[in-house]
């Protein structure tokens, strides 16, 4: 009862009269109102308790409330709030540190974002000036950020709006074998295709124009497409061959997300430049960043980096970034998210599979999962629009909430990804729900 407000009335009034909202058309939403947290549950307005299967926008990766973070956010709130990026800090060094040691060998810098757009934004400037050249490249199916560099390179639907067409982005088609754009039908070809249609595409813009390719290394809010072994690979050897610099975004699929303290881990390569955010202190306090290769960092060592930010490395985040990292070594954290994939996500997924005729696949790893919703197996139908959605997928959503659970959904999917503490007692009841629920796709597409 303490996690109950009784003002939930006055938080939704207020919010609809004042809070202008991300992504949305404003008088078309009725936000939930959430009034606590607690490990892998939410509570609503009423009280009700629901298992947060959606990690928020992906980003509790130790789960709400961690005692040991929350504890090191007060501590530091007690003792020093902020203090200006040109000075040197205890938290921000130890936190630039840790995550120093948890990148590649010869990746020795941190750049501090408050987020993962921020990011985006400052390792294209660095892969800009480190290699004098204009132009980046990103997958269609991704998403980098809603600020102007970080939109423009974004492969959905909330970019066009934002397109001016200025930016020197090119985008092109990333491994997707269920959707292939390859006429593909074996990971391999799908693999060999997408490789040869990105050189090409570097061929014919020039190579000596391209400065970066920023890819997710498991493309997130676009579907979780985890990428055939070798395509990172391949990308890596095309980027050596042509100058270009490797920007990996790990905004999403980093800090354990995936089984791994980074996603481009499980595909053996090293990129240029790193991108985090979210997970590396579970957003108790917005935090980002770029990971700098010794290279990258070099061009900076006696010519200025143009760039900056008042709160970059703000000690309130960088103590919570400390103690999160803190404990996941200490409670094995990231083998649990890697666990959890192979002995509960995984098969309960696919058995979820053998019973829905509405799921057309079901893809990922460690808590990072998938389900492709589609109205006929053998045409790929989706349930939704791309870009939009649609009456059956708002059931979904509303038969997850009846049933207690807290859902991710993106068009015509439904993501499963719990925090990487959630225990398999509790994915045992998500999945439960989610078998009820798509129920009613079922029910929808077959009518
Ligand atoms: N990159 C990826 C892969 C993301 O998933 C996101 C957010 O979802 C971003 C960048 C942008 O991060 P932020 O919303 O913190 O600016």
């Not at 987020?115 to 934004?121: F, P």
């Not at 939109?151 to 088609?173: C, E, K, M, Q």
């Not at 398999?424 to 009820?436: C, F, I, K, M, R």
Request: charged share 20%; proline share 5%; net charge negative.
């Amino acid at each position: 009862d303490a996690l109950v407000t009784t003002d939930a009335a006055r938080t939704y009034a207020m919010d609809r009269a004042h809070v202008f909202h991300s992504w949305v058309a404003q008088d078309l939403i009725t936000p939930l109102v959430i009034t606590a947290a607690q490990g892998s549950y939410v509570w609503d307005g009423d009280g009700r308790r629901l298992l947060d299967l959606s990690s928020q926008l992906v980003n509790t990766n130790i789960g709400h409330q961690h005692p040991k973070v929350v504890a090191a956010i007060q501590e530091q709130a007690g003792r020093l709030c902020t203090v200006a990026p040109q000075h040197a800090n205890d938290q921000r060094s130890e936190a630039a540190r840790l995550i120093a040691e948890l990148a590649p060998d010869g990746m020795e810098k941190v750049f501090f974002t408050n987020g993962g757009a921020e990011a985006i934004e400052n390792a294209v400037r660095m892969a800009r000036l480190h290699t004098g050249r204009v132009k980046v490249l990103a997958q269609y199916r991704s998403y980098h950020g809603g600020t102007s560099t970080a939109i423009n390179l974004t492969g959905d639907p909330r970019r066009w709006a934002n397109d001016y067409g200025s930016a020197g982005v090119v985008h092109f088609f990333g491994p997707f074998l269920y959707r292939s754009a390859f006429h593909a039908t074996t990971e391999q070809e799908e693999c060999e295709r997408a490789l040869e249609h990105l050189e090409h595409l570097i061929r014919f813009e020039g190579p000596d124009t391209i400065a970066a390719i920023v890819l997710e290394s498991i493309p997130g809010t676009a579907g979780i497409m985890v990428p055939p072994p070798g395509y990172l690979r391949g990308v890596r050897e095309i980027c050596d061959r042509y100058g270009i610099i490797y920007i990996a975004d790990e905004v999403m699929a980093g800090f354990g997300r995936t089984g791994a303290w980074f996603a481009f881990e499980h595909f053996d390569v090293v990129p240029d430049l790193i991108t985090f955010a979210k997970g590396v202190n579970s957003g108790y306090v917005p935090l980002g960043g770029v990971v700098i290769s010794e290279e990258i960092a070099a061009t900076f060592g006696t010519r200025a980096y143009p760039g900056g930010l008042t709160y970059s490395g703000h000690p309130l985040a960088c103590s919570a970034a400390v103690a999160t990292i803190g404990a996941m070594h200490d409670e094995g954290i990231v083998e649990n998210a890697a666990r959890l994939g192979e002995t509960v996500l995984g098969p309960g997924l696919r058995a979820l599979a053998e019973k829905h005729p509405s799921i057309g696949e079901v893809r990922g790893l460690g808590v990072f999962w998938a389900l492709d919703l589609v109205s006929d197996r053998e045409t790929k139908e989706p349930v939704a629009p791309y870009g939009g959605t649609s009456p059956v997928m708002r059931e979904l959503v509303a038969a997850c909430l009846a049933g207690g659970v807290l859902p991710f959904t993106n068009y015509h999917r439904l993501h499963v990804v719990p925090p990487c503490t959630a225990t398999p007692e509790e994915l045992a009841e998500g999945l439960a729900v989610l078998d009820a629920a798509l129920d009613v796709v079922d029910a929808a597409v077959s009518a």
